[in-house]
């Protein structure tokens, strides 16, 4: 499983920006795809993930402002995120998993992409 995320930017607070993350190779039967977050220094932080039943979780910093959605035709999985505000400036990273919600939450996922990287001025 390969995954490329794209859209990332420079945007003022306040502002807004999608991620979009495709997958390409052995997709088939993926539950779980995600967005991640890093800050240098920082661990990886789960931001928010989808499953194939229309399971979702979002961290609390994130909820109400972002929002997860999957289009699985293309297996592809997007991450609208609204009122940005400095604090969410980061490298963002695409994951999935043949797992699905609950497996992955207790247990990460198996598959990145390279991050794209979310700068938030203020």
């Known amino acids: 499983v390969q995954l490329q995320a794209s859209g990332g930017g420079l945007v003022q607070a306040g502002g807004s920006l999608k991620l979009s993350c495709e997958g390409s190779?052995?997709?088939?039967?993926?539950?779980?795809m995600g967005w991640y977050r890093q800050t240098p220094g920082k661990q990886r932080d789960l931001v928010a993930i989808?499953?194939?039943?229309?399971?979702?979780n979002y961290a609390d910093s994130v909820t109400g402002r972002f929002t997860i959605s999957r289009d699985n035709a293309k297996d592809t999985v997007y991450l609208q995120m609204n009122n940005l505000k400095s604090e969410d400036s980061a490298v963002y990273y695409c994951?999935?998993?043949?797992?699905?919600?609950?497996?992955?939450?207790?247990?990460?996922?198996?598959?990145w992409g390279k991050g794209t990287l979310v700068t938030v001025s203020s």
């Open positions: 989808s499953d194939s039943t229309g399971s979702t």
């Open positions: 994951a999935a998993d043949y797992g699905r919600l609950a497996y992955v939450l207790r247990n990460g996922m198996d598959y």
């Open positions: 190779g052995n997709t088939f039967s993926l539950n779980s």
